[in-house]
């Protein structure tokens, strides 16, 4: 982007991270756990499946599988059966127990702490890393782009791209670092709150009203 698009999308941004925080001055991470390796697989079974029903799936799960080493030794079928209800369940089993037998092998049984590290997990990329890194120890690298921040990114004129990857890097350099790791929570409450995915008619929408154009852009899902 140019100079004058950054600084006139740094001046939005500001805008909209001050609404958000009166709206949602306490939002937070909605997945269920008590550990950093059941955020981890809480993390990896919310993609494309709502908080509410991994927070079902794991009520039970997490009593079955109690630790990590329950997980690297876990039948995969079996597994599969626990983990259905979260859709596209066959992949997910095959990164939550890679992912548990990495940690146990190459991490010694603790999750990470940086990106890099991370990275190498199998099911993680830079979204579950931030998630993950951001709730478990405070360490912030960049920001979670979930389905609600691609959309609301787009839709406010916050970037030109539609790759998650690609927002993230457009986001990181219109907002400041502090913000980084709330920005994602409270544009999720928004996004299921006030300005669901579905079109409808948003003009008087708190984060509307600061760019009018947003009313007319519906962000392919």
């Given at each position: 982007m140019t100079a004058d698009q950054l600084k006139i999308r740094k001046a939005r941004?500001?805008?909209?991270?001050?609404?958000?925080?009166?709206?949602?001055p306490k939002a937070s991470i909605a997945l269920t756990y008590r550990t950093n390796w059941e955020l981890l697989v809480?993390?990896?079974?919310?993609?494309?499946?709502?908080?509410?029903?991994?927070?079902?799936?794991?009520?039970?799960?997490?009593?079955?599988?109690?630790?990590?080493?329950?997980?690297?030794?876990?039948?995969?079928?079996?597994?599969?059966?626990?983990?259905?209800?979260?859709?596209?369940?066959?992949?997910?089993?095959?990164?939550?127990?890679?992912?548990?037998?990495?940690?146990?092998?190459?991490?010694?049984?603790?999750?990470?702490?940086?990106?890099e590290e991370m990275l190498t997990i199998p099911g993680v990329a830079r979204k579950t890393a931030n998630v993950v890194l951001g709730n478990a120890y405070g360490v912030v690298e960049g920001i979670a782009v979930d389905t609600h921040v691609r959309r609301f990114s787009i839709k406010l004129g916050l970037t030109d791209n539609d790759d998650p990857v690609k927002i993230e890097r457009d986001l990181m350099e219109i907002l400041p670092k502090k913000e980084w790791f709330p920005f994602t929570y409270k544009v999720i409450e928004y996004g299921r709150q006030v300005c669901k995915a579905r079109p409808h008619d948003c003009k008087n929408h708190p984060l509307t009203k600061i760019y009018p154009p947003a009313a007319d852009i519906w962000p392919r899902h």
């Open positions: 941004a500001r805008k909209i991270v001050a609404t958000l925080k009166k709206l949602f809480a993390v990896i079974l919310s993609a494309q499946c709502t908080d509410k029903k991994v927070n079902e799936v794991t009520k039970t799960l997490f009593k079955k599988y109690k630790n990590l080493d329950d997980y690297a030794e876990a039948d995969r079928k079996k597994f599969e059966k626990d983990i259905r209800a979260t859709g596209f369940y066959r992949n997910k089993a095959k990164n939550i127990l890679g992912a548990a037998r990495v940690i146990k092998e190459k991490f010694r049984g603790k999750i990470p702490r940086t990106m």
